[in-house]
C-alpha cells in the first residue's frame, strides 16, 4: 500500500478513532494494512470496551497480534513478529455459519476460534488506537474496513492484491 495514515498517542494520553459502529453483527470482517515503525507499549487495532472484543501487539501478543475476547470463544495470536518497518495485511473474520473466527495475517490463515454470534459493538467501539501513558510505539494503518460479512481467504487474497 501507499502511504496510510499516524496516529500518535502523546504522553499520558489515550488516542484512538470512534468508529461509529453501534450496531449487532452476525457476520462481520475488520481488515486493514498495517505497519510498525518504532516505541514500544501495546498498540490497539481494535477495541470494544462493552465486551472487551480487541485485537493487539505487543503485551501479551508480543511483537505478533493477538485477538481476544471473541463472543464465545477463545484468544487467537499470531507470534511471528510483525515489528519489522513493512507492511502487513490483517483481517479477522467472524462467520456465524461455521461458528469460527479466523485471523488472517498476510493473508494466511494464523488461527481459529469458536464464535458465537452475534457481536453487539458498542458506541465505544474504536479503532486505529492505543491506551496507556507508558506507551510510544508508532504505527500506521491504510485501508481500515469494516465489513458486515464473513470475507473468504479468497476475498482476503484478493484485497492484498489490490482487486477487492
Not at 453487539?120 to 508508532?138: C, D, I, K, Y
Amino acid at each position: 500500500p501507499g502511504s496510510g495514515f499516524h496516529l500518535l498517542n502523546p504522553a499520558g494520553s489515550v488516542n484512538h478513532v470512534a468508529a461509529g459502529i453501534t450496531t449487532s453483527l452476525t457476520n462481520a470482517t475488520i481488515e486493514f494494512f498495517w505497519k510498525f515503525t518504532s516505541g514500544t507499549g501495546t498498540s490497539y487495532m481494535w477495541y470494544d470496551a462493552p465486551t472487551s472484543f480487541r485485537a493487539f501487539t505487543n503485551g501479551v501478543a508480543n511483537a505478533g497480534v493477538m485477538v481476544r475476547s471473541t463472543p464465545g470463544g477463545t484468544d487467537v495470536a499470531h507470534t511471528a513478529s510483525l515489528q519489522n518497518g513493512q507492511w502487513h495485511h490483517i483481517a479477522f473474520v467472524l462467520n456465524a455459519t461455521s461458528s469460527q473466527g479466523r485471523l488472517y495475517v498476510d493473508g494466511a490463515l494464523a488461527g481459529t476460534t469458536t464464535y458465537t454470534a452475534p457481536i453487539a459493538m458498542g458506541t465505544t467501539f474504536a479503532v486505529l488506537g492505543r491506551a496507556g501513558s507508558a506507551n510510544s510505539a508508532t504505527v500506521g494503518f491504510d485501508r481500515y474496513r469494516v465489513w458486515s460479512q464473513a470475507l473468504t481467504q479468497a476475498q482476503i487474497t484478493s484485497i492484498i492484491a489490490g482487486s477487492l
